[in-house]
């Protein structure tokens, strides 16, 4: 029979509760063997007290023999030997109910009981109680006379109190029984999980040795790659600077030479002919372009070093735009283009560069002038919430989209045949989008081909806040660093040496 507890574990401890039970009652069940004989010779050296002599001496011959036989059928079929132990029990507490009327042979009767709820399980053990306390009124009836039989009430009390008791009994064992197995079970569970996370953060570590190892390697290939970088960009600036210095010297001389000769040409006591100060013309105007190229590279280099310093203070928009119109309009006249200024009558002063963001805008302008031919160019500003924004529209040729992110790359135009005809190095967009960068603004464009292009700047009215929530949230005033007393568990292997080429 299955406990209702030994229900709610699994089929496995299920069958190894039942195993258990049965191997302490077969444990048991040597004490009881030896107990039924002992009752056996008792009944044999007491049987004189029977009305008959033979009855106790067959009692006595029944309760020795049948524990042998119980024994010999316990290593083949336990329950056959417990069922003809009980059997041989229920007869000689009848044969003793029947054959000594009056005594408290009727307690006997609950004995058979008792082995069978504790030996057997506690259905058996009802069973036998069952059919104990029929066969009592079946006895009273057959045998009216007798005293035994006719007080079958007060054994049937006896037998269903044994039986109870008997069932008691056996619920610690059973519990005990089955709290172990249930704890066992558990217990395998839990320690298959563990090996199963043990075998998982095993995996983990050797996982994070392995990173840790490869971070330790990378580490010392970027440091090494910065260190070249930072030799790279040490160079680059030095390379300017000389490139700057040794041709500036000269150009310097070209251009002062060439224009104190235009400027004053009887100070060479002789009228020159024209097609010499044509050519000096020429001298001039391109010494000049070649100074303002290395001003552009030089501003580039300072902008990448992060070393380009504004004097930034309160500038009207419209005077910046005002002095660029006034700057490029004899290149719009000398082209027949028209050049329209509309500025918004409400702008506050913007805190700017103001050199740095006239150039922008010169350089817009003259981009515009340079590459429209017809219409002409219309520059705009006006306030958008906490910016400024300007926006210049030619009636040019256009940009096609594929173009758009390549035309403020340094050095970047569209074709070869823009710089042969409009002239120029493709730095100035993107010296420009830099400085209204380092404005914390905006540059960009809108345009389609054959109707023109708008160009676009964002400059803030107000410099922006400065910023601690991207430092001070890595940060804590709480925070104290400790030194760390021993080495990375993880072992680390030597990383190989590279070869930089810059």
Same mark, same amino acid.
């Given at each position: 029979?299955?406990?209702?507890?030994?229900?709610?574990?699994?089929?496995?401890?299920?069958?190894?509760?039942?195993?258990?039970?049965?191997?302490?009652?077969?444990?048991?069940?040597?004490?009881?063997?030896? %107990?039924?004989?002992?009752?056996?010779?008792?009944?044999?050296?007491?049987?004189?007290? #029977?009305?008959?002599?033979?009855?106790?001496?067959?009692?006595?011959?029944?309760?020795?023999?049948?524990?042998?036989?119980?024994?010999?059928?316990?290593?083949?079929?336990?329950?056959?030997?417990?069922?003809?132990?009980? &059997?041989?029990?229920?007869?000689?507490?009848?044969? @003793?109910?029947?054959?000594?009327?009056?005594?408290?042979?009727?307690?006997?009767?609950? +004995?058979?009981?008792?082995?069978?709820?504790?030996?057997?399980?506690?259905?058996?053990? #009802? +069973?036998?109680?069952?059919?104990?306390?029929?066969? +009592?009124?079946?006895?009273?009836?057959?045998?009216?006379?007798?005293?035994?039989?006719?007080?079958?009430?007060?054994?049937?009390? %006896?037998?269903?109190? %044994?039986?109870?008791?008997?069932?008691?009994?056996?619920?610690?064992?059973?519990?005990?029984?089955?709290?172990?197995?249930? !704890?066992?079970?558990?217990?395998?569970?839990?320690?298959?999980?563990?090996?199963?996370?043990?075998?998982?953060?095993?995996?983990?570590?050797?996982?994070?040795?392995?990173?840790?190892?490869? @971070?330790?390697?990378?580490?010392?290939?970027?440091?090494?790659?910065?260190?070249?970088?930072?030799?790279a960009e040490r160079s680059k600036a030095e390379f300017a600077a000389n490139?700057?210095?040794?041709?500036?010297?000269?150009?310097?001389?070209?251009?002062?030479?060439?224009?104190?000769?235009?400027?004053?040409?009887?100070?060479? !006591? !002789?009228?020159?002919?024209?097609?010499?100060?044509?050519?000096?013309?020429?001298?001039?105007?391109?010494?000049?372009?070649?100074?303002?190229?290395? /001003?552009?590279?030089?501003?580039?280099?300072?902008?990448?070093?992060?070393?380009?310093?504004? &004097?930034?203070?309160?500038?009207?928009?419209?005077? %910046?735009?005002?002095?660029?119109?006034? &700057?490029?309009?004899?290149?719009?006249?000398?082209?027949?283009?028209? +050049?329209?200024?509309?500025?918004?009558? /409400?702008?506050?002063?913007?805190?700017?560069?103001?050199?740095?963001?006239?150039?922008?805008?010169?350089?817009?302008?003259?981009?515009?002038?340079?590459?429209?031919?017809?219409?002409?160019?219309?520059?705009?500003?006006?306030?958008?919430?906490?910016?400024?924004?300007?926006?210049?529209?030619?009636?040019?040729?256009?940009?096609?989209?594929?173009?758009?992110?390549?035309?403020?790359?340094?050095?970047?135009?569209?074709?070869?045949?823009?710089?042969?005809?409009?002239?120029?190095?493709?730095?100035?967009? &993107?010296?420009?989008?830099?400085?209204?960068?380092?404005?914390?603004?905006?540059?960009?464009?809108?345009?389609?081909?054959?109707?023109?292009?708008?160009? #676009?700047?964002?400059?803030?009215?107000?410099?922006?806040?400065?910023?601690?929530?991207?430092?001070?949230?890595?940060?804590?005033?709480?925070?104290?660093?400790?030194?760390?007393?021993?080495?990375?568990?993880?072992?680390?292997?030597?990383?190989?040496?590279?070869?930089?080429?810059?």
């Amino acid at each position: 029979m299955v406990s209702p507890k030994a229900t709610r574990m699994l089929p496995s401890a299920v069958v190894k509760y039942h195993l258990t039970l049965r191997q302490l009652q077969e444990e048991s069940i040597s004490p009881l063997i030896i %107990i039924s004989c002992a009752a056996g010779l008792i009944a044999v050296f007491l049987s004189h007290l #029977f009305p008959q002599t033979w009855q106790g001496a067959l009692l006595g011959l029944t309760l020795m023999l049948t524990p042998l036989l119980t024994w010999a059928l316990r290593e083949h079929s336990y329950l056959a030997g417990i069922w003809l132990l009980f &059997a041989s029990w229920l007869g000689c507490a009848l044969a @003793m109910a029947l054959w000594l009327p009056g005594t408290a042979a009727t307690g006997l009767l609950a +004995l058979p009981v008792a082995l069978a709820a504790l030996f057997i399980d506690v259905r058996a053990g #009802f +069973l036998a109680g069952l059919g104990a306390s029929l066969l +009592l009124p079946a006895m009273a009836y057959a045998f009216p006379n007798n005293a035994t039989a006719r007080n079958w009430g007060v054994a049937w009390a %006896i037998i269903w109190g %044994i039986f109870l008791l008997a069932w008691l009994s056996s619920r610690p064992t059973q519990t005990a029984i089955h709290w172990s197995w249930e !704890s066992y079970d558990q217990a395998r569970k839990q320690l298959e999980l563990a090996r199963e996370r043990q075998v998982e953060l095993s995996q983990i570590t050797q996982d994070l040795a392995r990173d840790n190892e490869q @971070m330790a390697r990378l580490n010392q290939l970027l440091g090494a790659a910065r260190r070249a970088a930072e030799v790279a960009e040490r160079s680059k600036a030095e390379f300017a600077a000389n490139v700057s210095h040794e041709l500036r010297t000269p150009l310097n001389m070209i251009i002062g030479f060439s224009e104190m000769i235009l400027q004053a040409p009887h100070t060479y !006591s !002789s009228n020159l002919p024209p097609a010499l100060l044509a050519d000096l013309e020429v001298i001039h105007r391109n010494s000049q372009h070649l100074s303002s190229l290395i /001003d552009d590279v030089l501003d580039l280099s300072r902008i990448e070093a992060g070393q380009m310093a504004l &004097a930034r203070e309160r500038v009207t928009i419209s005077e %910046i735009i005002e002095a660029a119109r006034v &700057a490029v309009q004899p290149l719009f006249k000398s082209k027949g283009l028209y +050049l329209q200024a509309e500025v918004d009558g /409400d702008l506050p002063p913007v805190f700017c560069d103001r050199t740095r963001i006239r150039e922008v805008v010169l350089n817009l302008l003259s981009n515009a002038g340079r590459f429209t031919e017809q219409g002409g160019v219309h520059i705009h500003a006006w306030r958008d919430r906490n910016e400024i924004l300007i926006s210049v529209a030619d009636t040019g040729p256009g940009i096609a989209p594929a173009d758009k992110d390549r035309i403020f790359q340094p050095f970047e135009q569209l074709d070869s045949s823009i710089r042969r005809r409009y002239g120029g190095s493709g730095l100035g967009l &993107a010296i420009s989008k830099s400085f209204v960068e380092l404005h914390g603004g905006r540059m960009w464009l809108t345009s389609q081909v054959g109707q023109g292009t708008t160009f #676009f700047l964002s400059l803030p009215i107000d410099p922006p806040a400065a910023s601690e929530a991207d430092v001070a949230r890595w940060l804590s005033a709480d925070w104290e660093y400790q030194q760390r007393t021993h080495r990375s568990a993880p072992p680390t292997s030597p990383p190989q040496p590279r070869l930089v080429v810059v």
